[in-house]
């Protein structure tokens, strides 16, 4: 790599800093941080500008990680010399954004010490151009293993609708260089705008070809990402299908994760894969979790395969869940609201767009197929307030609703007794589904589009009034649903099409307004939006199972009328 001093070479005028009208960073302008006459003790002070030690949570100031005083102590010291000790870090899991603005984007990094539990000191860098000539921001923050080593800075002040490029520099190691992306002005006349939607990653599953595929493509605005973004299990625990993959995917560490140690590790695998690594550098992200960043069919009490005797409590087990996601992934830290676990926003994308990202796993949400069900709820009081207010008040052009777990009807029975597989989806809470339903219907709400994960299988469905699965002269569509293929993770149909062949009936006897079911492929969707549609492209890898299998077609394509509340196009 060149040297530090030619690859940060900025105008030597600009030695000033700009720590003065900083909030987020130590920012300044000067050609590295050596030369920019910010004292280390600012620096320390300031440790957590890198937002890996804040609260995920503005007013919960506990969940906080302090920066430890030996690691203040050795940042303290006159810095040794390059020559004498080597570089301090290494980049080895790639960088990321994410959560992007019109003004701002938060980008992430994480570093491997070359000294075992020192602290490291981590420059970033943002320009215009990938040859960074003409740099807009760079600053300098601190990390330490009291974060797992994570950097994540939220940039502001720039521009809407803008390409950005970043990287990270320790010395003269330099991280991948990232490509990032604002978001128009909220204000803004949009004509277009494309996602990427993904979700449940397995990498014991398989290969990780769809992330390739969309950081090749050049018509992707973001990434969304709706959950199971990594999976908490040992290998016995969710064995893939169709054969075994390399020991080199096999679960880091070899156990059912369930302390922050655990999860920062398994974090640190799942972003050593070169296809994730490609697909961060490539594009911005908007994520929200479900339960395998926790633990299998998680609820705000617990979850299914939580063994107290193996795992410890729920509630540490959960904060340590919460806290690595938080770290890990580049999401912007947020303003709880009783539950202190809250990932749940909304993105305003001029005036074409209203993003309401939805947590129906964490947030509040009664345990499955248990108690009374007529009352169960699947999210917080505060939050279905939230989603509300937020769909009432909705000027845009559509409301893209982005959603953990399955909305369209599934079996819900087996004689007298819930089916706990279906009992996760939104069918097995019916009050605040139909809640949903009736505050569409009744105020009118028009082009309401939702995007499902976690179901490992694609379906494509209008959505009635009256929750049922056939749309009805009194109980007309009021919203479409498209859900979407797992990335890697065995499908329902245990990646078999000859299963999926025997399955894809019985669905469809449950919700007969799906017009597109596969059970078997992965992949990703692809989402086209406009004033006049949007157009829904299920796009399929060839196998995840071989590194020559990611070839891609497009199985389907489906559309959604503006106005007609269904899908009108199917090809």
């Not at 690859?7 to 302008?29: D, R, Y």
């Not at 398989?206 to 050049?218: D, L, P, T």
């Not at 605005?221 to 016995?236: I, N, S």
């Amino acid at each position: 790599m060149p040297a530090v001093h030619h690859i940060l070479a900025v105008s030597a005028a600009a030695v000033l800093l700009a720590l003065a009208t900083s909030t987020h960073a130590v920012e300044f302008a000067a050609p590295s941080f050596a030369a920019s006459k910010i004292s280390r003790d600012t620096l320390v002070a300031r440790y957590d500008d890198n937002l890996a030690f804040k609260s995920p949570y503005a007013n919960v100031p506990k969940l906080a990680v302090p920066l430890s005083a030996h690691h203040k102590a050795k940042l303290l010291k006159p810095a040794p010399q390059l020559e004498a000790g080597g570089p301090a870090a290494k980049f080895l899991h790639g960088v990321a954004s994410g959560d992007p603005l019109e003004n701002a984007v938060i980008i992430l990094t994480r570093v491997t010490p070359t000294a075992a539990n020192a602290p490291v000191t981590v420059q970033y860098q943002v320009a215009t151009d990938a040859g960074f000539s003409a740099i807009v921001k760079q600053g300098a923050v601190v990390t330490s293993d009291d974060v797992g080593y994570s950097v994540k800075v939220d940039v502001q002040g720039l521009t809407p609708a803008t390409t950005y490029f970043y990287r990270f520099t320790v010395d003269d190691q330099v991280s991948t260089v990232g490509r990032t992306k604002t978001l128009v002005s909220n204000t803004a006349d949009l004509a277009s705008l494309n996602m990427a939607v993904v979700s449940c990653s397995n990498m014991p599953h398989g290969y990780f070809h769809a992330y390739e595929a969309i950081a090749k493509r050049n018509d992707v605005d973001f990434v969304l990402a709706l959950g199971d973004y990594l999976y908490e299990y040992d290998l016995p625990g969710y064995k893939p299908v169709g054969g075994a993959m390399p020991a080199s995917r096999n679960p880091v560490p070899a156990k059912v994760i369930s302390n922050i140690t655990d999860y920062r590790m398994r974090y640190a695998q799942y972003k050593s894969d070169p296809q994730l690594q490609l697909l961060h550098a490539q594009k911005p992200w908007i994520v929200v979790w479900d339960d395998h960043e926790f633990a299998d069919n998680a609820w705000v009490g617990g979850a299914v395969n939580q063994d107290d005797a193996r795992d410890g409590p729920w509630g540490p087990r959960k904060l340590a869940g919460m806290r690595a996601f938080h770290e890990n992934i580049p999401i912007r830290p947020s303003q709880a609201v009783g539950d202190e676990y809250r990932v749940y926003r909304s993105f305003q994308i001029g005036n074409l767009v209203d993003l309401i990202m939805l947590d129906t796993r964490i947030d509040g949400r009664a345990e499955q197929a248990k108690g009374d069900r007529a009352s169960r709820q699947i999210m917080g009081a505060a939050q279905e307030q939230w989603l509300h207010s937020s769909l009432t008040s909705s000027k845009a052009k559509w409301r893209i609703l982005g959603n953990q777990v399955m909305f369209a009807t599934l079996p819900e029975k087996l004689f007298a007794w819930e089916l706990p597989i279906t009992a996760d989806a939104w069918v097995g809470y019916p009050k605040p589904r139909q809640a949903l339903l009736d505050l569409l219907a009744k105020n009118k709400i028009s082009n309401t589009v939702m995007l499902t994960g976690d179901f490992h299988g694609s379906v494509a469905s209008d959505i009635p009034a009256d929750g049922s699965g056939k749309v009805k002269a009194n109980a007309p569509a009021v919203m479409t649903e498209f859900v979407g293929p797992s990335i890697t993770s065995a499908s329902p149909a245990q990646d078999s099409a000859i299963l999926n062949g025997l399955a894809k009936p019985v669905l469809g006897l449950a919700n007969p307004s799906a017009k597109f079911i596969d059970l078997y492929r992965h992949g990703y969707m692809f989402v086209a939006v406009t004033p006049a549609k949007v157009r829904v492209e299920y796009t399929y890898v060839k196998s995840v199972k071989t590194l020559d299998g990611g070839a891609t077609a497009v199985a389907a394509v489906l559309e959604t009328a503006s106005g007609s509340n269904r899908i009108t196009t199917v090809q």
